[in-house]
């Protein structure tokens, strides 16, 4: 088959992330607002191309005073660097329906080369005749990698903010015409 275009649907996608905070606890966020290019062979996903980008001013942690935050020069910087963006380079067929994507990630004025677990969910019509997939991704990056260092000592010993951040994509994407 040849590749198609596939379009997110965003009120059927999510993208999360957690971070340890002061080494005994998660907090979880999310990003409201992404995109995707994505042009793919479902039967061939190695052969893909795909580009991500999240509007880093999206982020939700449910605490506004936290989200504020995160928003400033301290953490993402979004007035100089609004977006977090991924381009895929190399994709490897790991198992049934399973696959290692590696590509650039760009964040904070950095590009690094990083590698995401993804599943291929299936695919099928929607009650209106729309052909939609699903895939989940999983990964982490370290936030000190980009140039987020922003922290404080624990007086217990450790950090505030761990350096591994999570992240978990759940992608529902409609086929184009």
């Keep these: 088959m040849a590749k198609a275009k596939w379009v997110v649907d965003a009120t059927h996608s999510s993208v999360d992330f957690s971070v340890r905070h002061m080494m005994i606890a998660k907090v979880k966020g999310t990003f409201h607002t992404f995109e995707a290019n994505i042009e793919a062979d479902e039967?061939?996903?190695?052969?893909?191309?795909?580009?991500?980008?999240?509007?880093?001013?999206?982020v939700d942690t449910r605490n506004a005073d936290r989200d504020a935050h995160l928003k400033t020069a301290d953490f993402f910087n979004v007035e100089q660097y609004p977006t977090l963006e991924f381009k895929a380079t190399a994709i490897t067929k790991t198992g049934e329906g399973e696959y290692a994507v590696t590509g650039d990630v760009s964040l904070h004025?950095?590009?690094?080369?990083?590698?995401?677990?993804?599943?291929?969910?299936?695919?099928?019509?929607?009650p209106w005749g729309n052909v939609k997939a699903g895939f989940s991704a999983t990964g982490a990056i370290k936030r000190s990698d980009y140039g987020l260092t922003y922290n404080a000592a624990l007086e217990t010993g450790g950090v505030l903010i761990?350096?591994?951040?999570?992240?978990?994509l759940e992608i529902e994407a409609l086929q184009q015409a």
Excluded: M, Q, W
């Design 43 to 58: 039967n061939d996903l190695t052969s893909a191309d795909i580009s991500f980008k999240i509007d880093l001013s999206s």
């Design 109 to 126: 004025g950095v590009t690094r080369s990083e590698t995401f677990d993804v599943t291929f969910e299936g695919a099928g019509k929607d």
């Design 162 to 168: 761990g350096d591994e951040v999570k992240i978990s």
